[in-house]
Every structure is written in structure tokens, then in C-alpha cells.
């Protein structure tokens, strides 16, 4: 008995760990799902501010991902390039005098894109031989993180748009289905997570019924029993009931 009783118990065990498991795993995939959730709402915004789609937001991170510069720091660096062009737009002569050194006049500016600005810049980095020259003056227009990104932009901007195009990137719909989707996804996982508890809740109402049963502590009512007595309760009434209506016709 002690050893049927070993076995019903170490089954339990396993069921029970495999149900504590799945509520832990919800957690991990909620954190995968938000992760994406937030990295399509950072896009979605970053392209509103800076006026370029996001399919090339995420074609240009791929490219400067693969040379150090992660998600965060390309994002500041465009951000700071996009308060440059704004500068220089509205006559500040130190940031058009930067953009001049790198051969961008002020036209490129008023007319062209933010990533069409840079594809040109890095298109006179690549013609300049001195590391330090190309350091300094990315630094002027992309701030500290202009450093960085020496080595992309020495490629030009040829080379740049060539890579992006073999970089794995989600459309603008996707994206922004997704950050439509970020305020129901809380919402998911908590119901869900809910539904996993009052599950467990019955299980353990029924593991207490089988120790009881089995000596291992008190005897409780059996959780089943009240599905059980439902069914033919049910059924009794709709058999009265069309008795009923048979009478009545």
C-alpha cells in the first residue's frame, strides 16, 4: 500500500510540477511576446520623429548592429542627426558649417530624408584616409556614439543600403499591428494565467481527495463528483420537460 501509495504520489508530483512549470512558462513567453510588442512601438515612434519609414529604420539597425552600434545607440545617434538638420535648417552656422565638412549643403538638407542625409555622409567618410578626421567630425553630427559608427559609414552609402537589403526586417503593417496590439497583451496573460490558477486549484482539491482515500490524511468530498451529478440532473429535466410539451400538444 505504501508503495501504490509512493507511486500515486510521485505521478502527482510530476503532474504538479509540470502544471507549476506551464504557469512559469507563461511568464517567459509574456516577456518574449513583449519584447517584440516594444521593439515595434519603439520603431513605430522613432519613424514618426524622424520621418523615415520603418523598413529602413530596421534595415539601417541591422547594418550598424552588425558593426556594435546596438538598437539604443543608433537610436540617438539619428536622433541627434535629426536635431542637427534642424539647426542647420534654421540657420545655426556651426551645424551647417559641420554638414558643409562632410559635403551635405543645406538643399540636401531641406530636401532630402534623414536617412538619405546619412547615406551621403557616410559617402564622403569613405573618401577620407585619417580615422581621427572621420571620428571628429561623425562626432560633430552624430554625437559621442559618431565613433562608433566609423566603421559602417567607411563603407559608404552604396555598400550601406546593399547590406540592409539582406537584412530580415517586418513590414510597416506588422509593426504597426503590433504596437496597436501592446495595451491587450497585459491583459492575455493575466486571464491567462487566472485560468492556469483555478486549474491547479481543482487539482489540488483533487490530489486532497485521493491522500484521503488512501489513509494519508482526511477524507474530503470528491471535486468530480459535483460534474458528475450535473450531467443526468440535466438530463432528467429536458426529458421532463419534453414530456411536458408532448402533454400540452
Do not use: C, Y
Not at 530636401?111 to 542625409?117: F, K, Q
Amino acid at each position: 500500500k505504501t508503495a501504490g501509495g509512493g507511486g500515486i504520489f510521485g505521478g502527482a508530483l510530476g503532474k504538479l510540477a509540470g502544471l507549476m512549470g506551464g504557469l512559469f512558462a507563461v511568464d517567459r513567453i509574456k516577456d518574449f511576446v513583449v519584447g517584440i510588442v516594444d521593439m515595434a512601438g519603439a520603431l513605430n515612434d522613432m519613424s514618426e520623429n524622424l520621418g523615415v519609414s520603418v523598413e529602413r529604420l530596421q534595415e539601417m539597425q541591422g547594418v550598424f548592429g552588425e558593426s556594435g552600434v546596438g538598437a539604443e545607440k543608433f537610436g540617438k545617434a539619428m536622433s541627434t542627426l535629426n536635431s542637427n538638420i534642424e539647426q542647420a535648417k534654421g540657420g545655426n552656422e556651426g551645424a551647417i558649417a559641420d554638414f558643409a565638412a562632410l559635403g551635405v549643403t543645406l538643399d540636401d538638407l531641406r530636401n532630402l530624408s534623414p536617412d538619405e542625409v546619412m547615406l551621403k555622409i557616410a559617402d564622403a567618410t569613405k573618401e577620407m584616409s585619417s580615422a581621427g578626421e572621420k571620428t571628429v567630425k561623425l562626432e560633430a553630427i552624430f554625437g559621442k556614439v559618431g565613433k562608433s559608427m566609423v566603421g559602417a559609414m567607411s563603407q559608404g552609402g552604396d555598400a550601406i543600403k546593399d547590406a540592409g537589403k539582406s537584412i530580415e526586417i517586418m513590414s510597416e503593417e506588422t509593426v504597426s499591428s503590433l504596437d496597436e496590439a501592446s495595451d491587450g497583451i497585459d491583459r492575455f496573460f493575466e486571464n491567462l494565467k487566472a485560468k492556469s490558477a483555478i486549474g491547479l486549484h481543482t487539482w489540488i482539491k483533487g490530489l486532497k481527495f485521493t491522500a484521503g482515500e488512501l489513509g494519508f490524511g482526511p477524507r474530503t468530498e470528491n471535486p468530480l463528483t459535483e460534474v458528475k451529478m450535473d450531467a443526468p440532473k440535466k438530463q432528467i429535466t429536458e426529458a421532463e420537460k419534453a414530456d411536458k410539451r408532448r402533454a400540452e400538444n
